[in-house]
Every structure is written in C-alpha cells, then in structure tokens.
C-alpha cells in the first residue's frame, strides 16, 4: 500500500506532461519552402502560426508588400517596419531562393 501511494503522485505528474512539439512544415508551407526556409535560417525567427524572433510568415504576408520588396527588406532591413520585434540582421539569401521565398509570402493569405 505504501509503494502505491508513493507512486501515485509521481503517475499523476508524469501524466501532467505532455511531449514537446517539434517544428514541422505546416500545411500552408510547401516542402520546396521550408527546404529553403530551413537552409537560410529565415525559420529560426519565423513560423507559420506564431511570433517567434520575429513576425510570423501571415503577418508578414498581410503587409502586402511585392516579392520585389520583400528581397529589398531581407537584403536591407528597416526595423521601423516593424516596431516591437528585434531588428533583422541584413541576410544574403542567393537570388533565386529569395525570388522563391518572396512569391510565396506574396501569395500567403
């Protein structure tokens, strides 16, 4: 009986837990995107559904800028953008990966 008791709150804290979620590709990311995403570094501060480093991809997207823009502002960031997130470093994304990268988030809703 005093094993039992023992073990109960232990059981009961271990049930409390749950596993951690690992990022993934989302629905809403192409596997060709998040290659990319991933291989820039671009999802160490962005994710599909929530503010990480800085904003998520949606928020982005809904500033409406061109893909065009979107390549200036990686290039060449101005944090006055976006007040309250930590200022992008200035990434040297190769130009056809940024192309694809910027069409996507153009297209994101």
């Excluded at 192309?99 to 994101?108: E, F, P, R, Y």
Aim: a positive charge; hydrophobic letters at 50%; one cysteine or more.
């Amino acid at each position: 009986m005093k094993k039992i008791m023992l073990l109960l709150p232990l059981l009961l804290a271990l049930a409390a837990f749950k596993p951690a979620e690992r990022p993934v590709a989302g629905p809403d990311i192409p596997a060709d995107i998040q290659a990319l995403l991933d291989k820039h570094g671009c999802a160490a501060c962005h994710a599909m559904n929530r503010k990480l480093v800085g904003p998520a991809w949606p928020d982005i997207a809904a500033k409406k800028y061109s893909a065009k823009r979107i390549a200036q502002l990686v290039a060449k960031p101005e944090p006055s953008n976006w007040p309250g997130y930590v200022p992008m470093a200035a990434q040297k994304v190769p130009k056809a990966d940024m192309n694809k990268i910027a069409d996507w988030l153009t297209k994101l809703k």
